[in-house]
Each structure stands twice: as structure tokens, then as C-alpha cells.
């Protein structure tokens, strides 16, 4: 059963004029610029306050605006809980640590998908992407697994569940895997880089202003913080940076990490409850320099 | 074929068929690469069932009986508070567990924040939802929306009165943003009114959502605040 059958059990395919139409009309409802600036602006259009906002990671969410929602509770699906355990056993197996899936399915993917598909099928995505992308499978092979796996279920589930269905076991040992799947083992991360990353610079009391780094495509040091003083409350553990991890670096040089204290009546110009309330974040030591 | 006519057969069939129950865009993409993963040898089935039992029996159980102990045994607390890895263990939960490094995505960090008469916590994970699974399961949904991780480091108070919890200005709230490799988890009060509890007992009442910090423990309240529940189209297989 060919890819074109699939569509008449559901639209997956866009095929007619009319459908096509309704799919541009979806897509244009996408936000992907400022209301004040139109798509595909002239470099005179742009402004240094948007090229910031555009250069902001996805995921840093932390501060934005947004009108209070219900709070839910949700089932899991069946599906959830095996795309968990796929990201971890990739894991498990040294093909990637999860700094890359973080990036990959987070960040990289950019905001409308970021808010647009739910929190676990972007994990599912970044495995896709981290595959194809390290060579461990071709963008074919998985296209043409997607239409397979469709066309099995065709015809509906009746009943059956979904379940993988593997041709063969493949020979794992010939298979590139990262160092940190040995050398963690009976360590754990982040304590098997204990010991290298030299001397602290900084220590619990110590006065600190979180740096305003121009960083591109990928960082953990919320934008809250930048550019704000605070307070080293502990002094945490050694390892290498998310900024490094996320790409495969293993040779990264591992740095303290810091739990910083902030004032959130120095963090935000409107809050409005009692001047002792805090805030507490992570932050690697190369964001820190030492507050006047 | 013309507009109309497919117009009408869908209409004819949406009456006459019993709706068909159709596999999902996440399903087939979850099925398709978990061939290839196994055929590619990049792990073994073994392991995939080995991490897949280990991910069905994490919940907050654990966690809740380590701050009961804790509230009983002055020794135990000064352990949970100074290595929580090792009271974790104490509770059955070993954070190396089940490759020998832990799960790779929440690491060997966990710290266990105390609660006192002026302190209050609360966390999240205004990057993704960050949270320690193996104590204390996986996250709720509401847990990491934009709407929580959004406001809770800037409105705390605000985000807490939505869970009808109502601070003094006397005690200090404090956000602990798990943004890198730590993972928290909040020690709340022992309330009054539990004098003479067994653990079993004091561990009835310390819920997922005190452990968040987003409740308190009350004598008589063994549940979440919010109960609505999203059902799933095809929930976990038991």
C-alpha cells in the first residue's frame, strides 16, 4: 500500500486544491514577526532590540507575559511514556546526552513549534533530528519507516494497539557512542567530573553580576538574570557547560557551577510583595563576574 | 472528483460508519524510530524493557515517606538536607539506578529544600520542566506549561494564591529556578494537629503538589489541589 492510500483514511496528505488552500491559511496564522514589522524585513526595518528577541533561546520563557490559565492534570499517553524511555536509552547507550535533545527539541525548533506541539512529541522530534543529523539513520530510511508504519494501520487500529514491530537486530558494536556512558557509570553526572575544573573563583557570600554575553543559539542562563546582581548561595558541583554539552563537545573543559540568590524586588521593577522574597537559579561560572 | 461529490460521500460516511479509531502522527513517529534504533543496534531491546519498567514504577510515594522520616527523625533530616542522594536511598530510590549513571536526562545532583517558620519554597523549570523523576515521578501538566514557568519566577505570589495558598508577608518566598543539572525537591513544614503520627500516617498527607512547594500538607487533605484530568487517547498500558 503506496504513501497516496494513506490520505484517504486521514488528511496526513494534502491533495486537493481546496485542502491546500486550507493548509496555507493555517500556516499563515502562524506568528513568526512583530505586528510593527512585516515578514521578510529589509535590513533598515530591523532594530538591535529585535535582532535580541529573535536571538533568544525559545525555552527561556521565564517572566514573559501571560494571562492566568487553569491548572491541569493530564493522563499519559501510552506514546509519551515510550518516547521518555527512547530519549533515554539513547542516552543510556552513548549516542547523545541529553543536553543535545534539550537544544534540538526546545530551541532549535523555534517558537512556533516550541508552543505549538506538545512537550513530549518534541522529544520525539529531537530524536528524529539527532539521527539523521550524527548519521545513525538517513532522512530516507525514516521517511520511508513513516509511511510503512502508516500504512500498517491503515485501515484504522480495531482495537489493536500500536506497536513497534523491528525487521532485524542490528550489531551494536560497531556503532559510535560518546565517552560519558563508560566513564559515568557508578559516578553519575555531574559527580565524574569532580576535580576538574581547578580552583573556584568564587565563594558562598561572594557578590556576583550575571554577565550579558551575547549568546546565540543556545544557553541555559535565563535572560531574567542578566545583568543582575546577586548573591552566591553554594557553591554546587564541576562540569562541563550546557553550552558546550549540547553540541557533543567531550573535550570541554568542565567550570563550577553556582546556585545564585537574587532579590526579587531588584530582579523585577514591579513586584509588588515583600522585599525579602528571593529567587534562586543555576549558573555556570563563565556567566559570573565579580559585582562591584 | 469534484468538490461536491466528495462532499457528499464524507458526509454519507461520517453517518454510517462507527467512527474509526486511527493510530496518531506521535505514535507512528514513536514506532518508526524505535525500529531503527533497534535495527541500527544503537540499544538493545533488553534495555528498552529494563529502562520501560523502571519508568512505569517512579512516583512521588518515595519521596513523600523521605520527609515523613525526616519529620520524625532529626538524624535522617540533617542526612536528607546535607546529601539527599543518600536518604533517597534509604527510601529505596538509588539516583544511579537503572543504567549505573542515573537517567541521563536528571542527573546525580538532588537537593532537598527546607521549609521553616519564615522560608517557603517553591520550584520550577522556567527552561523546560526540569523536575526529579526518579523521587517524585513524572511531571504534572500543568507543570510545565508557559503559564506556570512563565509567571512563577516573576508572580510567585500570585501563581500560589491560584493555589489557594496565601503567604504573610513575614515569611520569604523562594523561587528555586532548577534550570542546569541540580534537581529540587521541597521539605515542607510538619503541620499541627499530626502530633503523635505514625510515617504512614504523616505520608498520606504530603502530596505531590507540597512537595512542588505550590501546597502545604494539611491534616485530612490527601490529594492534589487540582484534580481535572485530561484523559489521554491511549493511556499507559498497564
Redesign the interface.
Same mark, same amino acid.
Given at each position: 500500500m503506496g504513501a497516496g492510500d494513506v490520505s484517504a483514511g486521514r488528511d496526513v496528505l494534502v491533495s486537493t486544491a481546496a485542502e491546500r488552500a486550507k493548509q496555507l491559511a493555517l500556516v499563515s496564522r502562524l506568528k513568526t514577526t512583530f505586528q510593527e514589522v512585516p515578514e521578510w524585513p529589509t535590513p533598515d526595518m530591523e532594530t538591535h532590540d529585535h535582532y535580541l528577541a529573535y536571538m533568544k533561546t525559545s525555552h527561556d520563557v521565564g517572566g514573559e507575559l501571560n494571562v492566568p490559565e487553569p491548572y491541569e492534570e493530564k493522563e499519559e499517553e501510552q506514546w509519551e511514556l515510550m518516547t521518555y524511555v527512547l530519549c533515554e536509552v539513547l542516552g543510556w547507550g552513548g549516542i547523545w546526552v541529553s543536553e543535545e535533545r534539550r537544544r534540538i527539541g526546545n530551541v532549535d525548533v523555534g517558537r512556533a513549534i516550541y508552543l505549538g506541539l506538545p512537550y513530549y512529541s518534541r522529544w520525539l522530534w529531537s530524536v528524529g533530528r539527532v539521527l539523521v543529523e550524527k548519521g545513525y539513520i538517513s532522512w530516507g530510511e525514516l521517511t520511508d519507516r513513516l509511511v510503512e508504519v502508516q500504512a500498517r494501520y491503515a485501515g484504522g487500529l480495531n482495537g489493536r494497539l500500536p506497536e513497534a514491530q523491528p525487521k532485524s537486530v542490528g550489531d551494536g558494536s560497531k556503532v559510535a557512542r560518546n565517552r560519558a556512558h563508560i566513564e559515568q557509570v557508578g559516578l553519575g553526572d555531574p559527580r565524574a567530573y569532580a576535580g576538574k575544573a581547578g580552583k573556584a573563583k568564587f565563594k558562598p557570600g561572594d557578590r556576583v553580576k550575571v554577565r550579558e554575553l551575547p549568546a546565540m543559539f543556545y544557553t541555559r542562563t535565563p535572560e531574567y538574570v542578566r545583568g543582575a546582581d546577586g548573591v552566591i548561595a553554594e557553591v554546587t558541583y564541576e562540569s562541563p557547560a550546557p553550552e558546550d554539552e549540547t553540541w557533543a563537545l567531550e573535550d570541554a573543559k568542565p567550570e563550577w557551577f553556582y546556585i545564585v540568590r537574587f532579590n526579587q524586588s531588584e530582579l523585577w521593577a514591579t513586584y509588588t510583595g515583600p522585599k525579602t522574597d528571593t529567587l534562586q537559579t543555576e549558573i555556570p561560572e563563565r556567566w559570573l563576574e565579580a559585582a562591584g | 472528483m469534484p *468538490?461536491h461529490d466528495?462532499d457528499h460521500d464524507h458526509d454519507h460516511d461520517s453517518t454510517v460508519k462507527p467512527m474509526?479509531?486511527?493510530?496518531?502522527?506521535?505514535?507512528?513517529?514513536?514506532? #518508526? !524510530? &524505535?525500529? !531503527? /534504533?533497534?535495527?541500527? =543496534?544503537?540499544?538493545? #531491546?533488553e534495555?528498552?524493557r529494563v529502562?520501560?519498567e523502571f519508568?512505569?514504577q517512579i512516583g512521588p510515594t518515595p519521596a513523600a515517606r523521605l520527609v515523613a522520616k525526616a519529620w520524625l527523625d532529626p538524624e535522617f533530616k540533617a542526612l536528607a538536607l546535607t546529601d539527599a542522594l543518600a536518604a533517597s536511598k534509604e527510601v529505596g530510590v538509588d539516583?544511579?539506578d537503572p543504567? =549505573?549513571? =542515573?537517567?541521563?536526562?536528571d542527573?546525580?545532583?538532588f537537593k532537598i529544600l527546607e521549609d521553616t517558620p519564615t522560608l517557603h519554597h517553591v520550584i520550577v523549570c #522556567?527552561? /523546560?520542566?526540569c523536575y526529579p523523576r526518579p523521587i517524585l515521578g %513524572?511531571s @504534572?501538566?500543568?507543570y510545565?506549561?508557559? %503559564?506556570? &514557568? &512563565?509567571?512563577l519566577?516573576?508572580w510567585? +505570589?500570585?501563581v500560589l494564591s491560584?493555589?489557594g495558598l496565601e503567604l504573610p *508577608? =513575614?515569611v520569604?518566598?523562594? $523561587?528555586?529556578?532548577? %534550570?542546569?543539572?541540580?534537581r529540587f525537591m521541597v521539605m515542607p513544614l510538619r503541620p499541627a494537629g499530626t502530633e503523635g503520627w505514625t510515617e504512614d500516617q504523616l505520608t498520606e498527607i504530603i502530596t505531590r503538589d507540597s512537595l512542588i512547594g505550590v501546597a502545604l500538607p494539611k491534616p485530612g487533605v490527601t490529594t %492534589? $489541589?487540582?484534580?481535572?484530568? +485530561? @484523559? #489521554?487517547? &491511549? @493511556?499507559?498500558?498497564e
Open positions: - | *468538490d466528495h474509526v479509531e486511527e493510530i496518531t502522527d506521535f505514535e507512528v513517529l514513536e514506532i #518508526a !524510530l &524505535r525500529e !531503527l /534504533c533497534i535495527e541500527k =543496534g544503537l540499544f538493545t #531491546a534495555q528498552h529502562f520501560t519508568a512505569e539516583w544511579l543504567t =549505573g549513571f =542515573g537517567t541521563p536526562s542527573f546525580y545532583a #522556567a527552561l /523546560c520542566s %513524572n @504534572p501538566e500543568w510545565r506549561t508557559p %503559564n506556570y &514557568r &512563565r509567571r519566577v516573576r510567585p +505570589r500570585q491560584e493555589f *508577608d =513575614g520569604e518566598v523562594r $523561587v528555586e529556578d532548577s %534550570n542546569q543539572k541540580h %492534589n $489541589v487540582f484534580s481535572a484530568t +485530561r @484523559p #489521554a487517547i &491511549r @493511556p499507559v498500558v
